[in-house]
């Protein structure tokens, strides 16, 4: 598994993450197995948020682990608040609500601190004083050691940082060899095509140029939780490719999915969402994978984009 520094932090994290957003399927003793095998491997990154499954994925993540002291000093748990589920959905960045859905988070995970807190959703009701005291609050009083966002583009990042003292240290973004937004653009610019509609904001340069890790969520999924890409009928060319490119590697599809993912010299995160051992075994295989510009190119182009 390979390793990386997080820039402007003491936190050396495995590249690839354990998402926790689907183990409320799973039993104590899968989830406790999952962690082990995710462990094994040599992740030590795991991504929760306040809202998967209601909150009940914090819950059973801890009662599954027993996060012993010692045990707790070996992970990096991040979570995530600003989505209220209530009647209706909606994105909440007041202070009152960051403070508040942290310390319900800490109750849940039992644990005394978060590695990392990101901000899940942009509220375009912000208020950056807020966000800016709640951090501060959460800072000193040692419950949070590090910030930072998701789904959020360069601009909501900078109004974050006008008032935000702590820095603006990670961005998890939907990115996978099925969903590129974050680079197409900067591959066909200025074309009259759809590739060169800029979705994405150049957030991926602005993360780069800021140091801010990205960390791709949803690496298998087509479109917006459609399922996985591997055996649906629009993407059989490319699932050959990556069989074909992952051979050569020792790989099988899941790991050359995130090779390609983790090729990027960006030093991106892969956050998993598998609930099954074997595809974390499988995916892990991916992390450090010398994938060549020609062959990182052409997987690119059989997922239906141009290389112009
Ligand atoms: N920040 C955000 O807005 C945001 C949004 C969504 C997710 N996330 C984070 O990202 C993580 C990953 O998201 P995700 O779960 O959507 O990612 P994913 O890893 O792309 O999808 C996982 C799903 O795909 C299935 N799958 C994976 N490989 C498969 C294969 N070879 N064959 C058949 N099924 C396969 C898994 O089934 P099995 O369990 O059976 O393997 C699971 O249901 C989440 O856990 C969460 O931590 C963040």
Redesign the pocket.
């Known amino acids: 598994m390979k390793n990386i520094a997080i820039p402007n932090t003491e936190l050396t994290s495995s590249n690839i993450i354990m ?4 183990i409320n399927t799973l039993s104590l003793k899968e989830i406790d197995t999952l962690v082990k095998t995710a462990l094994d491997q040599g992740i030590n990154f795991f ?3 306040n809202v ?1 499954g209601g909150g009940e994925c914090e819950t059973l993540f801890s009662k599954a682990v027993g996060l012993t002291p010692a045990f707790r000093e070996k992970l990096i748990i991040q979570s ?1 608040c600003g989505i209220r589920k209530e009647e209706t959905v909606y994105y909440d960045f007041s202070k009152e609500n960051i403070l508040e859905s942290t310390d319900a988070i800490l109750h849940r995970l039992n644990t005394d601190y978060l590695d990392v807190l990101l901000l ?2 942009p509220d375009t009701l912000v208020e950056p004083e807020e966000v800016a005291e709640a951090f501060e609050i959460l800072h000193t009083s040692g419950k949070v050691k590090y910030f930072g966002v ?2 959020s583009n360069p601009n909501q990042i900078e109004l974050l940082k006008k008032y935000v003292s702590r820095p603006i240290i990670f961005n ?1 973004l ?1 990115y ?1 060899v099925v969903h590129t937004p974050l680079i197409d653009q900067g591959i066909a610019v200025n074309m009259a095509i759809d590739q060169s509609v800029d979705r994405a904001g150049q957030t991926l340069d602005y993360c780069r140029l800021n140091e801010i890790t990205i960390q791709a ?5 087509k479109g917006f ?1 459609e ?2 890409f ?2 649906h009928p629009e993407y059989g060319d490319l699932t050959n490719a990556l069989m074909k490119y992952g051979e050569k590697y020792g790989l099988d ?2 790991g050359a999915a995130v090779a390609w993912i983790l090729r990027h010299p960006a030093n991106m995160q892969v ?6 051992p074997e ?1 974390i075994i499988a995916a892990g295989k991916g992390s450090g994978v010398p994938m060549s510009r020609q062959e990182w190119y052409n997987i690119y182009q059989t997922a239906g984009n141009m290389i112009p």
């Open positions: 998402g926790c957003m689907r991504d929760h948020a998967y995530k899940h959703r998701s789904n998890q939907q996978s969520w949803s690496p298998f999924q939780f399922g996985p591997f055996q599809v899941t956050v998993l969402g598998t609930t099954k595809r």
